[in-house]
């Protein structure tokens, strides 16, 4: 059992440094971690990060290097989606422990290609654990939420409901994240933790996908500078998902990212047989109720729309001691991930839950593009 975690941050944008900031939370609790090497080709996004480290970590331009240190044990992978897979090829062939950010890739040939890496690498006996963050599950009143469905709180779940309305994507080195060509598109970058929670939710893997969107706002009047000329940003900026499931069950996204002014930008819908539960950040609210003890007879009026029964609470968990960018849920992962390490625990979310995810948001561009239901397996090969 491990009793030092050195970590080395590959990717030093925000999220890269979000991750210095959880570990350096997390040292106090568990004991031992430490970030002890970053890598970045950017310039100003190494020096950001060599500021955020309690001590000063041990510098970086190519991350091949620092894979090749000898100074981590885990390598946190937080660089450009489009670079996700050149990364993980090289950290796949060190023991080294992964915690890889979603979207895992932006292709399914490269996430396939992955997954069989990982699945020789685990043959040794000696290599790390993989593990894909997809930390919105993590989110207090989410992850009661999800507990709470899990234990038949609702019933049989029918359907879940995911609204997203926020503000448009934020700025990124380059911008490199107005274009599909390196996000995966809209629908797999931002979106993909909400198809992970979906699954997770329904505990099933999705059938069918059918998609309606566009970019109707953002980035219209941007132009890059490209090799053939100028270049246009061709995100999405609203959408809705439909994701069907093999038991019948359905799941919805509604996602606009020129709502900024939304109250609760986030919100779950879980209804079942016997009830409905709902998560709303950043209130951190979860209400829930059941339907009438009725029996078959349904009293008209008497409940709908009135809130009698609904308990609301608010939810959060005092393990946290980072709250972050994400409601303290990056610094329950982290927490989770340690503990994995330490304890030999298989990752909670392995390259497979990852992919999965990826698949639905790129069924769903895809829909979007041939304007027609996609099955899963036209997108996944065969087994999936």
């Given at each position: 059992?491990?009793?030092?975690?050195?970590?080395?941050?590959?990717g030093?944008g925000?999220?890269?440094?979000?991750?210095?900031?959880n570990?350096?939370?997390?040292?106090?609790?568990?004991?031992?971690?430490?970030?002890?090497?970053?890598?970045?080709?950017?310039?100003?996004s190494?020096?950001?990060?060599v500021?955020?480290?309690?001590?000063?970590p041990?510098?970086?331009?190519?991350?091949r290097?620092?894979?090749?240190?000898?100074?981590?044990d885990a390598?946190v992978?937080?660089t450009?989606?489009?670079?996700h897979?050149?990364?993980?090829r090289?950290a796949l062939?060190?023991p080294?422990?992964?915690?890889?950010?979603?979207?895992?890739v932006?292709?399914i040939?490269?996430g396939?290609e992955l997954?069989?890496?990982?699945?020789?690498r685990?043959?040794?006996?000696?290599?790390?654990?993989?593990w894909?963050?997809?930390?919105?599950r993590?989110?207090?009143p989410?992850?009661?939420l999800?507990?709470?469905?899990h234990?038949?709180?609702v019933g049989?779940?029918?359907?879940?409901?995911?609204?997203?309305?926020?503000?448009?994507?934020?700025?990124?080195?380059?911008?490199?994240?107005?274009?599909?060509?390196n996000t995966?598109?809209t629908?797999?970058e931002?979106?993909?933790?909400?198809f992970n929670l979906?699954d997770?939710?329904?505990?099933?893997?999705p059938?069918?996908?059918?998609?309606?969107?566009?970019?109707?706002?953002?980035?219209?009047d941007?132009r890059?500078?490209?090799?053939?000329?100028?270049?246009?940003?061709?995100?999405?900026?609203?959408a809705?998902?439909?994701v069907?499931?093999?038991?019948?069950?359905r799941?919805m996204?509604d996602?606009?990212?020129f709502?900024?002014?939304?109250i609760?930008?986030?919100?779950?819908?879980?209804v079942?047989?016997a009830?409905?539960?709902?998560?709303?950040?950043p209130?951190?609210?979860?209400?829930?109720?059941?339907?009438?003890?009725?029996?078959?007879?349904?009293v008209?009026?008497?409940?709908?729309?009135t809130?009698?029964?609904v308990?609301?609470r608010?939810?959060?968990?005092?393990?946290?001691k980072?709250?972050?960018?994400?409601?303290?849920?990056?610094?329950?992962?982290h927490?989770?991930?340690?503990?994995?390490?330490?304890?030999?625990?298989?990752?909670?979310i392995?390259?497979?839950?990852g992919?999965r995810?990826?698949?639905?948001?790129?069924?769903a561009?895809r829909?979007?593009?041939?304007?027609?239901?996609?099955?899963?397996?036209?997108?996944l090969p065969?087994g999936?």
């Amino acid at each position: 059992m491990a009793t030092a975690i050195r970590y080395g941050i590959i990717g030093c944008g925000s999220m890269g440094r979000e991750h210095i900031e959880n570990i350096q939370a997390l040292n106090p609790v568990v004991g031992g971690t430490a970030v002890t090497a970053i890598a970045d080709p950017h310039g100003p996004s190494r020096d950001a990060a060599v500021a955020l480290c309690a001590r000063s970590p041990q510098v970086f331009e190519d991350y091949r290097e620092l894979l090749g240190s000898g100074l981590v044990d885990a390598a946190v992978i937080a660089t450009p989606n489009f670079t996700h897979v050149d990364v993980m090829r090289d950290a796949l062939a060190t023991p080294l422990h992964i915690l890889v950010e979603k979207p895992l890739v932006t292709r399914i040939a490269d996430g396939v290609e992955l997954v069989e890496r990982e699945r020789l690498r685990g043959h040794q006996g000696t290599a790390g654990i993989v593990w894909v963050a997809q930390e919105y599950r993590y989110m207090p009143p989410v992850a009661e939420l999800v507990r709470m469905a899990h234990d038949g709180a609702v019933g049989r779940v029918h359907q879940v409901a995911i609204r997203e309305h926020r503000e448009p994507f934020y700025p990124k080195i380059g911008d490199w994240n107005r274009f599909t060509a390196n996000t995966g598109g809209t629908l797999v970058e931002k979106c993909c933790h909400y198809f992970n929670l979906m699954d997770l939710i329904l505990k099933e893997r999705p059938l069918r996908v059918f998609a309606s969107g566009g970019q109707r706002v953002n980035h219209l009047d941007e132009r890059y500078d490209g090799p053939a000329g100028q270049r246009v940003p061709d995100i999405l900026d609203s959408a809705y998902v439909i994701v069907e499931y093999p038991s019948g069950a359905r799941a919805m996204l509604d996602l606009c990212m020129f709502a900024e002014n939304s109250i609760d930008n986030e919100h779950i819908v879980v209804v079942g047989d016997a009830g409905k539960l709902e998560s709303l950040l950043p209130s951190l609210t979860l209400r829930y109720g059941r339907r009438a003890d009725w029996g078959t007879r349904t009293v008209w009026g008497e409940t709908s729309g009135t809130g009698r029964g609904v308990s609301v609470r608010r939810v959060w968990d005092t393990n946290i001691k980072y709250a972050g960018q994400h409601f303290g849920a990056s610094y329950i992962e982290h927490l989770k991930f340690a503990q994995a390490i330490r304890e030999g625990h298989p990752a909670e979310i392995p390259l497979e839950e990852g992919l999965r995810a990826v698949a639905t948001g790129l069924a769903a561009h895809r829909s979007i593009d041939e304007g027609r239901v996609i099955a899963m397996n036209e997108v996944l090969p065969a087994g999936w």
